[in-house]
């Protein structure tokens, strides 16, 4: 039986748009946390881009119980044995490779792989994935990808991310197969840097408004 409360798709219905965070000082990781969560943003992911990335996802966990907190930029089998032991919820990549599929399902972590094309999305259904990350999604350039895709997968929900501004969001979230957009925007560097953590709560209740599943 696993131990993960939700599926992929449950996690993203959480949530209209899902942070994505490079953290670079992990003291300041669970202020994070209860920042985005006051916001009501209860889906964000962690990037596995810093030396500090492992030690802030266990903080937030701590920090914020009740959210989803994934590890991203997952590349090998051994990063995502390195998320499963640092208690996250789920786990993000760029892209998709045989050892890498088998090590997620192997471990029975909900997951999100990147894709980019058609060709792309069809070998991760046939790896047992439904849930995909379109990246890079470059703003509003992805909404006529996604849309062409909608009728040719109609059974694969996608989170797109990357060059995605806030004004394009509801856009995304218009299409069918578009249920959460992946956005760096509401937690900003120079926000996170000046711990300015009413301001990021701001933004997190902002997104919040959106369309959700």
Known sequence: ???????????LAR??????????DVHSAAELAAALVRGGVVVFEVLLRTPQALDAVKAMIEAAPEADIGLGTLLTAEDVQAAVEAGVAFGVSPG???SLAHAARLAGLPFLPGTASASEVMFAREQGFR??????AQGSAGIPWLRNMAPVFPDVVFCPT??????????YLALPNCCTVGGSWIAPSALVQAQ??????KL??????????
């Open 15 to 24: 949530v209209p748009v899902m942070p994505v965070l490079t953290v670079h």
């Open 96 to 98: 998709l490779t045989p």
């Open 204 to 213: 997190a209740l902002q997104s919040t408004k959106m369309k959700i599943c």
């Open 1 to 11: 039986m696993t131990r993960y409360k939700r599926t992929m798709r449950q996690i």
């Open 131 to 136: 849930e995909l990350k379109f990246f890079p």
């Open 196 to 201: 300015n953590w009413p301001e990021i709560t």
């Open 162 to 171: 990357g060059g995605i501004q806030a004004a394009n969001i509801p856009d």
